[in-house]
């Protein structure tokens, strides 16, 4: 009857959600949700993974040139940014589940702003990439693609593309549009990550979370290791190719 | 409250493992192994990292089975895209047409 | 309490409130920014319906040039952007939104007895996007169209179109996560809001189908995403990702758009093939044959649907190993499909079949569909497909699993639940003659194309030799009934809505959770959050509702 649904609400938490018969529930419902949203982003990024397997196994001499050329050092403290803002993403989860609220906010922020360096990281990498002609095709009018390639018995350019035997300058460039297809897609997926941190943020000041109720937070948690995940295979796949050969 | 809570130790000792992880990595891929095995180290410590990334930062250790069966599920389907397709990439050239 | 408990054990419900979904806010807005699912199935309803007379018209142009041999009535580039405008719009914005969206949405709490889906405000999020989508794509049709096939092979639609195909690929990629939010929520919904006694092999094969086809729908469609987005980078950025010139591969394009596009079709018709489980059983009076067959041949479809993609590659440079693997899991495909309808057959045999509307289109669907399937299996085996491969058998084949097939179904579960869902009864008369005309008119459009793609004709042709005109004549001539038909139930449905007889509770007299409270439902479905102790196609005989009426002497503590 209605007055008993009624009743049901009253003595509810406040975030809880008419259609749900419990904050067990409503929480659960919330995490499954998630979950299932990161299948369709493991199948999302799967089909890029897909390309760059394709590709890198039918031009290996031109991807390990491509990967040769990225910068390592950035790349690397890039990953340890990464994993360090996914740890303090679990510990802002921690320290709501335990209600400090204090710690909690610390935490949101430090990974945001981790966040944000990784982005600044990238951001500079992409700019060295612009200096050296390497964005592919005609993605910026009037710039093409186009290296200057470092040739025998001249001083070392760092910023001339080194091609490996068997590379030729257009195989290359497969590499570096697979390169800006999946780290811009991963960037865009920072971003938003970003924005979510903020509004966590923000609605962590106000106090919103409490043991009770802070799914909100573990799920974007979730959210924010996946993209993690997503790094930590990246990295090696295309920073780390071509170092082996000398 | 059904929740798990994960303690500050464990994450701690989480996030120093992926800190060797990727050192690891770095320092393999300079050594010139034979074969694709530069490939497949970089791979599996890239997969063991993000396996301690999935069980203890996500919570999955702690999770009901339903979640780890979704996450299975997904890496199957991503494993029969590139199954499949590398199937055809792999055996295209054992056919050889005579002319 | 107690009572309302009684009440719904002894199929009685209590009297009908004055507020129900449709009357209980007025206003735009209340409209436009409601959470409630049964609102947002309607306005779901509205906008497919709007898409599907769009992709009509399209279909309409097809059979007025196919009339005549020569391309008289459009031009080959208009005739190009007319089929595949056609597909894009059936396919995307008509076919796989259709039965999840509107019967789905409508129906899945209150089968399930809960309050509303998992996520309310990301079910009308995914109704927005839709829209986003379809406008973008309606911009870019009346932009100037696009002409790539709704395949949008590359390197055609990357290097050399000269058509919107950016725009197109942009409304279709956005149009995705309307799908994936959909299924999302179904899952969520159907695995932790199943009211108490509500177990998994208690619930309606309408939700079995509907678990299988969230589960492509989340599994699948991101696949497709990433293909539209690598299409438009490779076109905006002029790479070579596919195109052979600059070093990709065109193959590798069609393995990653069908790996989605294939168990897309499955989207298509697994929620079809859930409304037929509900119309067989229930108009036929009998339980399901084999409930637990049916509802693992669902899953099954559903995880077999993922490994056949490469039969749409047979005629490509796709490696003949490969090929072979793929045909031999397309023919292993077949049989979840086959045990379904095997199993309906067997539900119907000594059953109490009454031949009301919905039935028709079930009974339709079964023929059909079965038509469909067995010309797939021509379709799997490599020899004979490379000889009918873009031919008009390809055609009518698909137009049999998704015409025949997911249409009817959509129809016929429109009419089921169409009482339930407006409170209004649908002119019976008029229901069974066009249900009839559908039937005619669909197979008098695509028999004929069978045998004139057989005999060679290609599709995506706008002349052709004029040894296959009387094919096409009699295509023509069953498009024209086909289409007529179809008005028919637009027609009298709306007219249904304020002329139409009120509808009772449970008009049809089943004991599914859905007719258990009033026509239509109040807001938040159910009165009181239903106990469930029955199975899910338990029929009570007529005979004892109507002889024994409201006195069950048990009941009343004698």
Redesign the interface.
């Given at each position: 009857?209605?007055s008993?649904?009624a009743a049901e609400d009253i003595h509810g938490h406040p975030a809880l959600?008419?259609?749900?018969?419990n904050m067990?529930?409503q929480?659960?419902?919330g995490?499954?949700?998630m979950?299932?949203?990161?299948?369709?982003?493991?199948?999302?990024?799967?089909?890029?993974?897909?390309?760059y397997?394709?590709?890198r196994?039918?031009?290996p001499a031109a991807f390990a040139s491509g990967s040769n050329h990225l910068d390592?050092t950035l790349g690397?403290v890039n990953?340890?940014v990464l994993?360090?803002s996914?740890?303090t993403?679990?510990?802002a989860v921690?320290f709501t589940?335990?209600g400090n609220r204090r710690p909690q906010i610390i935490c949101l922020g430090l990974t945001l702003i981790l966040g944000l360096t990784f982005l600044g990281i990238k951001a500079v990498e992409y700019h060295d990439k612009y200096e050296d002609h390497l964005i592919?095709?005609?993605?910026i009018p009037g710039r093409p693609f186009d290296p200057v390639v470092q040739e025998e018995g001249q001083p070392v350019d760092h910023h001339k593309l080194h091609l490996l035997p068997g590379a030729t300058k257009?195989?290359v460039?497969?590499f570096y549009?697979i390169y800006f297809?999946m780290t811009g897609?991963h960037a865009l997926h920072m971003i938003i990550g970003a924005g979510l941190l903020t509004f966590l943020l923000i609605y962590s000041m106000k106090g919103r979370f409490d043991?009770?109720y802070h799914s909100p937070v573990e799920v974007i948690?979730?959210y924010w290791?996946?993209v993690?995940?997503v790094w930590?295979?990246l990295?090696?796949?295309l920073y780390?190719l071509g170092?082996?050969?000398? | 409250m059904s929740e798990h809570i994960v303690s500050v130790r464990v994450y701690i000792t989480i996030f120093m493992v992926l800190l060797v992880g990727t050192a690891l990595t770095v320092l393999a891929a300079f050594v010139d192994f034979p074969w694709r095995l530069n490939t497949i180290v970089a791979l599996t410590i890239a997969t063991i990292k993000a396996t301690f990334v999935v069980l203890y930062f996500m919570h999955v250790r702690y999770s009901t089975r339903l979640v780890w069966v979704i996450l299975t599920s997904a890496l199957f389907w991503m494993g029969i895209l590139f199954a499949f397709t590398f199937s055809d990439y792999l055996t295209r050239d054992w056919i050889s047409i005579q002319r | 309490m107690v009572r309302n408990m009684k009440a719904i054990e002894s199929f009685e419900v209590p009297a009908p409130p004055r507020v129900n979904y449709i009357n209980a806010q007025y206003g735009l807005k209340s409209w436009l920014l409601t959470k409630d699912h049964k609102r947002i199935a309607l306005l779901y309803l509205g906008s497919i319906t709007f898409f599907f007379f769009i992709g009509g018209i399209y279909a309409l142009m097809i059979r007025l040039e196919l009339l005549t041999p020569q391309g008289d009535f459009l031009q080959s580039t208009t005739y190009n952007k007319v089929f595949t405008q056609h597909g894009i719009i059936m396919v995307f914005f008509f076919l796989i939104p259709s039965i999840p969206a509107t019967l789905g949405n409508f129906l899945i709490p209150m089968m399930i007895g809960a309050k509303d889906l998992a996520f309310p405000r990301i079910n009308l999020l995914s109704w927005y996007i839709y829209l986003a989508g379809g406008v973008i794509t309606i911009y870019a049709l009346l932009a100037g169209g696009v002409d790539t096939g709704w395949t949008f092979y590359t390197p055609y639609s990357t290097t050399f179109s000269n058509s919107y195909v950016v725009a197109t690929g942009l409304g279709i990629f956005i149009n995705g996560f309307s799908s994936i939010l959909t299924g999302l929520n179904f899952i969520v919904t159907i695995h932790t809001m199943r009211a108490p006694g509500m177990t998994w092999f208690r619930m309606p094969l309408f939700l079995w189908s509907h678990y299988a086809t969230s589960l492509i729908m989340v599994l699948g469609t991101p696949v497709i995403a990433i293909t539209v987005l690598l299409l438009a980078f490779e076109r905006i950025a002029r790479v070579g990702i596919f195109n052979p010139a600059l070093g990709g591969d065109p193959v590798l394009f069609q393995h990653l758009f069908w790996f989605y596009s294939h168990p897309a079709v499955y989207i298509m018709v697994l929620p079809s093939m859930g409304v037929i489980s509900e119309l067989i059983a229930n108009f036929s009076r009998k339980n399901i044959f084999g409930y637990s067959f049916v509802a693992f041949s669902s899953l099954a479809i559903a995880v077999f649907g993922f490994l056949v993609w490469g039969h749409h590659l047979f005629a490509t440079t796709q490696s003949v190993y490969a090929g072979m693997i793929f045909s031999f899991l397309s023919f292993a495909v077949a049989i979840p499909s086959a045990i379904k309808v095997f199993n309906w057959t067997a539900t119907l045999y000594k059953s109490s079949i009454s031949y009301d509307t919905p039935m028709l289109y079930a009974l339709g669907f079964i023929g059909l569909f079965t038509v469909g399937g067995m010309t797939g299996l021509f379709l799997a085996s490599l020899a004979v497909d490379v000889h009918v491969s873009d031919t008009y058998f390809v055609v009518a084949h698909f137009h049999y699993i998704m015409v025949g097939g997911a249409l009817m179904g959509y129809l016929g579960g429109l009419h089921y639940w169409w009482p339930k869902i407006s409170g209004r009864m649908y002119p019976e008369g008029w229901g069974r003659f066009s249900a009839l005309v559908i039937f005619v008119g669909f197979n008098l459009t695509f028999l004929p194309q069978f045998v004139a793609g057989y005999l060679g004709m290609p599709r995506r042709y706008h002349a052709y030799p004029p040894e296959f005109q009387v094919f096409n004549v009699l295509s023509t001539a069953g498009a024209s009934i086909l289409g007529f038909g179809m008005l028919i139930p637009a027609i009298y449905f709306v007219w249904s809505m304020r002329y139409g007889r009120h509808a009772e509770a449970n008009p049809w007299h089943l004991p599914g959770l859905e007719w258990r409270t009033q026509s239509p439902p109040p807001t938040e479905n159910f009165e009181v959050t239903p106990i469930v102790t029955w199975d899910a196609y338990e029929f009570a005989p007529r005979e004892e509702t109507e002889v024994v009426g409201k006195f069950r002497p048990e009941l009343e503590g004698i």
């Open positions: 009857m209605a008993h649904a959600q008419h259609h749900f018969e067990e529930q929480r659960e419902a995490t499954l949700g979950w299932i949203f990161l299948v369709t982003e493991i199948m999302f990024f799967g089909g890029m993974f897909l390309a397997a394709l590709y196994t039918l031009y390592i690397a990953t340890g994993i360090l996914s740890f993403m679990a510990m921690y589940q335990v592919p095709g005609h993605l257009e195989k460039e497969m549009w297809a897609m043991p009770e948690g979730l290791h996946f993690d995940i930590i295979f990295f090696p796949l780390l170092r082996h050969y000398h | - | -």
